[in-house]
């Protein structure tokens, strides 16, 4: 198993910044992605930016331009630089990995909890 748990989420003022951080852990073989959900209330969960463990990013269109995936797989910790947040950013923000553990080398999915960013108007 790999367990995930995020930090960073809070209340901040739109227009504001914020940095969530994930950490894996557990018997890890190798993580190939890590990446960035949310969702929001009322909506179905979207993907926000991903990171390969070559070091390629990946991000929603939309995003792009206020956010910031970084991070090392290997180091098993990714974050997600935030700014100039909108309350239509506030949702629940979940780490998810895309990888295997020991000893069979067959990846699997893998969430975290997910951590709440509120953003006010």
């Known amino acids: 198993q790999i367990q995930l748990v995020e930090s960073g989420g809070g209340l901040v003022q739109a227009g504001g910044s914020l940095r969530l951080s994930c950490v894996a852990s557990?018997?890890?073989?190798?993580?190939?992605?890590m990446s960035w959900y949310r969702q929001p209330p009322g909506k179905q969960r979207e993907l926000v930016a991903s990171?390969?463990?070559?070091?390629?990013?990946s991000y929603f269109d939309f995003l792009k331009d206020r956010f910031t995936i970084s991070g090392d797989i290997n180091g098993n910790t990714i974050y997600l630089e935030m700014t100039g947040l909108k309350p239509d950013d506030t949702a629940v923000y979940y780490c998810?990995?895309?990888?295997?553990?020991?000893?069979?080398?067959?990846?699997?999915?893998?969430w975290g909890p997910g951590t709440q960013v509120t953003v006010s108007s």
């Open positions: 990171i390969t463990s070559g070091g390629s990013t």
């Open positions: 998810a990995a895309h990888g295997s553990t020991w000893p069979y080398p067959t990846n699997t999915d893998y």
């Open positions: 557990g018997r890890i073989y190798r993580i190939e992605t």
